[in-house]
């Protein structure tokens, strides 16, 4: 069961997101694997899903992305939050995908929040402002 909705029954072109790189901070196995298979359907150039905060720093600094696709809880109780900053402090992009409703983020640093199950409308629309 994926955590990512399709609302669009138009075709997405391939090449749509060409190139971009994207980063997917995800602890579900089941969610970073449909996000990876869905970006990588879009031409993107999806890196991770990696779990932990550390793992994500270490992709960073051995393929800077474009874009994060950051979930807010991650595995073992670990939260993002940090991680968050850190990326916005290398002017990585970031999108917080979360299940939960609350998320106490500074809006400036997320450029967009994104609700699970996800959109895959919105969030094509949020990766192609990018390009």
Known sequence: MSSVKSCDSR??????????????????????????MLLETWGADPVGPVATVEDARCLVSERAPVVALVDINLRNGEQSYGLINWLHERGIRIIVISGYP???????K?????????????????LRSLK
């Open 102 to 108: 609350d998320i106490s983020l500074a809006k400036e």
């Open 11 to 36: 075709a997405t072109d391939t090449s749509e997101l060409e190139g971009l790189r994207v980063l997917i901070v995800e602890d579900s196995w089941d969610v970073g694997t449909g996000l990876k």
């Open 110 to 126: 997320a450029m967009a929040i994104m609700p699970k199950p996800m959109r895959e409308d919105l969030l094509l629309a949020s």
